[in-house]
Nanobody
Framework: QGHLVESGGDSVQAGGSLRLSCAASEDTYSSTCITWFRQAPGKEREAVASIYTGLKSAYYADSVKGRFTISQGQNMVYLQMNNLKLEDTAMYYC????????????????????????WGQGTQVTVSS
């Protein structure tokens, strides 16, 4: 299994920005669907953005389109979050599928947690008014 480590979570005021980082082991990183999930207290874990490394194909949940941008670097996947809202408060996780597994939308939605085998420990994002 790979190894994923998230960082960058913080407390920020509504309207502010944060960039989350997900460091992946070299074995995990290449030709892999990596997705940022979030989970707020009492809610299910939801996917917010996915990227297929190498191809750089990116996909977003409707709730974050136009505000969040997923990108990649050297063994890194980033989530730039702009115009943060109170409802963005959650623990954010990055997760990876097995190598070469598809990354695209299913029935117009991002793939859910069950499709991902490797998970980081999470980083907390808190948005206040």
């Amino acid at each position: 299994q790979g190894h994923l480590v998230e960082s960058g979570g913080d407390s920020v005021q509504a309207g502010g920005s944060l960039r989350l980082s997900c460091a992946a082991s070299e074995d995990t990183y290449s030709s892999t669907c990596i997705t940022w999930f979030r989970q707020a207290p009492g809610k299910e874990r939801e996917a917010v953005a996915s990227i297929y490394t190498g191809l750089k194909s990116a996909y977003y949940a409707d709730s974050v389109k136009g505000r969040f941008t997923i990108s990649q670097g050297q063994n890194m996947v980033y989530l730039q979050m702009n115009n943060l809202k109170l409802e963005d408060t959650a623990m954010y996780y990055c997760a990876a599928r097995r190598k070469f597994a598809p990354c695209g939308l299913v029935n117009s939605r991002l793939r859910g947690p069950a499709d991902f085998s490797d998970w980081g420990q999470g980083t907390q994002v808190t948005v206040s008014s």
